[in-house]
């Protein structure tokens, strides 16, 4: 993975941006200290690390607004990072860059029940907005799996999903207003605690922007009530196309559960001598169902669900009969990452999505792969919306696995890609995928998504080499080739 | 000039009719069946670009959640299409028009409190941008992050960013049943409450209006019109039995006086979506104001301090549509303190070309506005002043 070549220029002026940066944010605020920085080489997705130029950990909007200008003044790139949990290296330093933490900004601003709301800083963890509403019986529903560490700011920059976006929404349907700040140091508010921001629908595009975009200060999410019940189904299947047609005929039926789940058998058993969920061993898919809500409502579907997995030929079904119960189905479920993480030195987990429908074929392409590379791997599949997570079984202690690993994940996403579905479904681009974006899109659709970065940011310092294979300067980019006016098809009809 | 509608058939010969527009200079009104022409400020444009020839599902798949079609394929074939296999767009939008015109306008109905708008559901989009360039943006699966969320930016954008020519969006089951809570006599303040008490209930409420006295009055739905007086709807939806028992204990607790059966239910909450018949037969303007749902009747309150108004809630007091004289715009806008926007959704056209339609944006934000729009549409040829003049 090659990020921009580091501008030299801009490294030998570190010593005058530090100071630039020190005269806005005092004291501790400013990390030059190379043991120090250490903390900020990396992010969740660990195997690419570098050190930043220098950190800093502004705590107050104006400090914010200050940083970037000055940055953009001095010409200097700068990768903001709230808990540093991305997946995607979405928050991999620059040696030639400054890093903007945002772990100080930390309060919950305004707890808004009568409309249903919450603002926070976005330093706040997604966990943390949940706890602040619990005792009054609401919850915040985007719940990725890093919840308890993961930042409401980070969950912006990543569209951020979780095992109950199928029926409850990503993060761009929970959030109502933001406030921001580009490049040049503006400072912005999008929407508020009113539905649809007015204009055009910019807190739809910086959801998501993965930090290219600006950098979000504040954050105001809808809050929902907790489901009044709570039941799962645990579905094992011969074959996984039974169970992919079993989570089919679910929906073919409307009925949108709050969470449904799919393991494939290498996962299974890796979660079941990790957790000792009480998982059947000898199926080839394991679907757990989650439906929510009304008591009344839970136990009517529940019903109709153990008889559509019955009518696609489910082998095991078993309900859960109490709280514990519901939890223990989820336990190992999700534990399946450090579970497998117990069975492999390293594993490296994907993010695609692909049709559901073509799952059988992806599962047996993926693993005719697995066979050629030599590498095993275990699948977790968000079953609902077809989000595929392989798991990529490999050792990086033995030369060359970790590259036979990525160009096997590599491969996969062109394989989802190919049949129909996407790169990621919740990881993000960041530095992962980056190079994977041609498979997707053609040079105008990239262009085009690039015109719109440098509405915000003209020089591209915000988070450069993140998300987009090639840059382009904006100059470049905006410029207009007008042809000759003929229409090429003089047979458009016209009146 | 003899040309004056352009209507393509393909994808490449929209891109045709952009490259001629750029290159001559000219500016095109973006159309699809022309329904929602009354909704932003009438077009600067001396020639039409009609997307309608471009119809047609591409692709349904019930068990996928989307649907993808041309942009100008009617919004009743695909209404007709999804509730044969009982599905529907779940953000409940207004009937008529083509699917690129229902994006492009961003609208939503009653369940926009529970489902979302139009952007929660727009997966991906195809078009061409001013720069006679066809691109695409999304994906047509539900879940994605895979770039920029263009999608999302191009829902509300009026056709002043791209010419749409396919859009997919997400699709899901039609509620097997509904039924609607009905309490009568509550002045604004209160039903406001009422409704609040109803959305922090665990029961899912999918729809949460306030129809004063004067609009109840006029409703085709009898309970509502003889309730004689203001009336409060509180809508359930989902399968038989769960809205049964939701029914009996939401009833209970909001000591509601009557429920609406399925029929009229689906009729009271179509009428809800339209306006109600708002100001239907004067020359009142029509206008929609979002806000937060425990600020709108003191907004409302406050418009009345200096004019005489008309208005009924949507989205548990959020929404409020107002019938207010002409020239109400500075008062209704000065009322909003406690956030949020106001949209002219009905006037004659002249008051629509010489008035702000959509709610002014504060300079910093309107600034990145335009350079957003100049990065679809650097020459402004499409549908250029339809939402704020000179963008």
């Not at chain 1, 074959?239 to 005929?249: F, I, K, L, P, R």
């Not at chain 2, 352009?6 to 750029?22: G, H, M, N, S």
């Not at chain 2, 047509?140 to 009026?158: A, H, I, Q, R």
Request: proline share 6%.
């Amino acid at each position: 993975m090659k990020m921009p070549v580091p501008d030299s220029g801009v490294i030998a002026r570190r010593r005058e941006i530090v100071e630039a940066l020190r005269a806005i944010v005092p004291g501790e605020g400013v990390i030059v200290d190379e043991n120090e920085l250490r903390a900020y080489e990396c992010d969740g997705l660990t195997a690419y690390r570098q050190l930043p130029m220098v950190a800093v950990l502004p705590s107050t909007v104006e400090q914010v607004s200050q940083v970037l200008k000055t940055c953009k003044a001095m010409g200097v790139k700068v990768v903001p990072r709230g808990a540093g949990t991305s997946l995607s290296g979405g928050a991999l330093p620059l040696a030639d860059g400054v890093l903007l933490g945002m772990g100080k900004f930390k309060r919950i601003l305004d707890i808004d029940y009568a409309n249903r709301c919450v603002t926070v800083q976005p330093g706040v963890t997604n966990l943390g907005i949940s706890n602040a509403v619990a005792h009054e019986g609401f919850y915040y529903a985007p719940d990725p799996s890093s919840q308890i560490a993961c930042t409401i700011g980070g969950n912006i920059a990543e569209n951020s999903g979780g095992v109950h976006c199928l029926k409850y929404g990503l993060t761009t349907n929970n959030v109502l207003g933001l406030e921001m700040v580009l490049m040049d140091g503006t400072i912005l508010r999008l929407g508020g605690k009113h539905l649809d921001a007015g204009g055009y629908d910019l807190m739809g595009i910086v959801t998501g922007s993965e930090g290219l975009l600006g950098v979000v200060t504040e954050v105001t999410v809808r809050i929902l009530k907790k489901p009044a019940t709570a039941r799962a189904v645990l579905l094992g299947f011969p074959t996984s196309e039974q169970g992919g047609d079993c989570v089919a005929a679910i929906i073919a039926a409307g009925i949108i559960p709050g969470g449904m789940e799919m393991m494939d058998r290498p996962a299974i058993h890796a979660a079941e001598a990790f957790v000792h969920a009480g998982y059947p061993l000898d199926v080839e898919a394991l679907l757990i169902v989650e439906l929510d809500g009304p008591a009344a409502e839970v136990d009517h579907l529940i019903d109709r669900v153990e008889a559509i997995a019955r009518d696609k030929g489910a082998c095991y079904a078993r309900v859960s009969k109490s709280e514990e119960e519901r939890l223990a189905f989820w336990a190992g479920r999700k534990a399946a990452f450090p579970a497998v993480g117990r069975i492999s030195p390293d594993y490296y987990c994907m993010d695609g999505t692909i049709p559901r429908k073509a799952l059988p074929l992806v599962l047996q392409r993926m693993q005719e792969m697995s066979d050629r590379c030599g590498l095993r791997v275990a699948n977790v599949f968000h079953a609902g919306d077809g989000n595929l997570h392989p798991l990529i079984l490999y050792d990086a202690n033995k030369p060359g696995e970790l590259e036979a690993a990525e160009e096997f994940g590599n491969n996969i996403l062109r394989l989802c890609v190919e049949v129909g579905g996407v790169l990621t479904g919740e990881h993000g681009v960041g530095v992962e995928k980056r190079d994977l974006m041609t498979d997707q899109f053609d040079e105008a659709d990239l262009q085009q998504q690039q015109r719109l970065k440098c509405a915000f940011d003209p020089d591209g310092l915000l988070n450069p080499g993140k998300v987009f294979p090639t840059l382009h300067r904006c100059a470049e980019l905006g410029r207009l080739h007008v042809h000759q006016g003929e229409l090429r098809f003089p047979d458009i009809p016209r009146f | 000039m003899t040309i004056t509608t352009l209507k393509p058939e393909t994808a490449a010969q929209v891109t045709d009719a952009v490259r001629w527009a750029l290159s001559a200079g000219e500016p095109l009104e973006i159309l699809g069946s022309g329904s929602r022409r009354g909704l932003g400020r009438p077009v600067q444009a001396g020639h039409a670009l009609d997307l309608s020839g471009l119809s047609g599902v591409i692709a349904y798949e019930p068990e996928e959640l989307v649907l993808t079609a041309l942009a100008g394929t009617p919004m009743a074939t695909i209404r007709v299409l999804l509730a044969d296999r009982g599905q529907h767009l779940a953000f409940e939008p207004p009937e008529g028009g083509t699917l690129g015109g229902l994006v492009a306008s961003g609208l939503a109905g009653p369940r926009r409190i529970s489902v979302g708008s139009a952007r929660d559901h727009t997966l991906g989009i195809a078009g061409v941008s001013g720069r006679a360039e066809a691109y695409k943006g999304g994906g047509k699966v539900v879940k994605n992050v895979t770039g920029y969320d263009v999608p999302k930016l191009m829902t509300g954008s009026f056709g002043t960013l791209t010419a749409l020519t396919e859009i997919t969006v997400k699709v899901l089951p039609a509620p097997e049943d509904s039924a609607t809570l009905l309490l009568s006599g509550l002045d604004d303040a209160a039903a406001v409450a009422m409704l609040d008490r109803a959305l922090r209930s665990p029961y899912e409420v999918s729809g949460a209006a306030h129809l004063p006295a004067g609009i109840a009055a006029r409703s085709g739905v009898s309970a509502v019109s003889r309730a004689g007086g203001a009336v409060t709807l509180v809508r359930l939806e989902g399968f038989g039995p769960s809205v049964a028992a939701r029914v009996t204990m939401l009833r209970e607790e909001l000591r509601a006086d009557a429920v609406l059966g399925r029929d009229e239910s689906l009729a009271v909450w179509r009428e809800v979506r339209d306006g109600a018949g708002l100001g239907e037969g004067s020359d009142a303007h029509l206008w929609k104001l979002s806000v937060p749902p425990s600020a709108g009747p003191a907004t409302v309150e406050a418009i009345r301090r200096t004019l005489d108004v008309e208005v009924f809630y949507d989205w548990g007091g959020g929404l409020v549509w107002l019938a207010a004289p002409p020239d109400s715009g500075a008062a209704i806008r000065g009322a909003l303190t406690a956030g949020g926007h106001a949209t002219l959704v009905r006037a004659p056209e002249p008051v629509r070309a010489a008035t702000d339609v959509f709610q002014p944006l504060p300079e910093a934000l309107m600034a990145l506005s335009r350079r957003v729009k100049e990065s679809f549409d650097p020459k402004g040829i499409l549908n250029p002043g339809r939402m704020y003049a000179g963008l």
